[in-house]
């Protein structure tokens, strides 16, 4: 299995939205709707952010959104942050019952 | 209160055998649906998904590690142990085990994680 992918970066201002999208293949993200997503401060443990593609755990702000159209599936925040700052990667079930992760995409907040 | 710690060797040789314990407190592996995890990162890099291991003791593995992965749990000790054969310094990595809640796929708490030097 491919690690799902996703931009290696992206940036945005304080109070701004971002997007940042996860594609895989029908085997992955499309054939299921168990895409995750995690934060990654540097130095510190993934913080799971939202599972089964759009539903946010408890105490994870509603700044944080997921979707998903066909092979992709994308992370919105809004009402940017600079604590927001981080490396989210995405996730995926796969066909062969495991998970993938995507590459990680480094968010800046300007 | 979930909580998980990563025990194991800091540094390990090229071709040896690498054993990591799981460690963990607030919840039990022998209720249905519940599952622990290995993931592990190499410095600067994704995140990568190695194992899990179910309540039923149904295990999965990475198609691309399968070979060279076992993963196991000890219920009454609240421990999984991975340990994974013939180490290359590109095994260097972060190696966290994480929980995943009954029925979601998802991993919801993690350890800090253990970094793991494979060097001679």
């Given at each position: 299995q491919s690690a799902l992918t996703q931009p290696?970066?992206?940036?945005?201002?304080?109070?701004?939205?971002?997007?940042?999208?996860?594609?895989?293949?029908?085997?992955?993200?499309?054939?299921?709707?168990?895409?995750?997503?995690?934060?990654?401060?540097?130095?510190?443990?993934?913080?799971?952010?939202?599972?089964?593609?759009?539903?946010?755990?408890?105490?994870?702000?509603?700044r944080f959104s997921g979707s998903k159209s066909g092979n992709?599936?994308?992370?919105?925040?809004?009402?940017?942050q600079a604590e927001d700052e981080a490396d989210y990667y995405c996730s995926s079930y796969t066909s062969s019952s495991t998970q993938v992760f995507g590459g990680g995409t480094k968010l800046t907040v300007l | 209160q979930i909580t998980l710690k990563e025990s194991g060797p800091t540094l390990v040789k090229p071709t040896q055998t690498l054993t990591l314990t799981c460690t963990f407190s607030g919840f039990s592996l022998s209720t249905s649906g519940v599952g622990?995890?290995?993931?592990?990162?190499?410095?600067?890099?994704?995140?990568?998904?190695?194992?899990?291991?179910?309540?039923?003791d149904d295990k999965r593995y990475s198609p691309s590690l399968k070979s060279r992965l076992t993963i196991t749990k000890d219920t009454s000790k609240n421990q999984v142990v991975l340990t994974m054969t013939n180490m290359d310094p590109v095994d260097t990595a972060t190696y966290y085990c994480a929980h995943r809640e009954s029925y979601v796929v998802a991993f919801d708490y993690w350890g800090q994680g253990t970094l793991v030097t494979v060097s001679s």
């Open positions: 290696a970066s992206v940036s945005g201002s304080p109070g701004q939205s971002i997007t940042i999208s996860c594609t895989g293949t029908s085997s992955d993200v499309g054939g299921y709707n168990y895409v995750s997503w995690y934060q990654q401060h540097p130095g510190k443990a993934p913080k799971l952010m939202i599972y089964d593609v759009s539903n946010r755990p408890s105490g994870v702000s509603n992709t599936a994308s992370l919105t925040i809004s009402g940017l | 622990v995890g290995w993931i592990r990162q190499p410095p600067g890099k994704a995140l990568e998904w190695l194992a899990l291991i179910y309540w039923d």
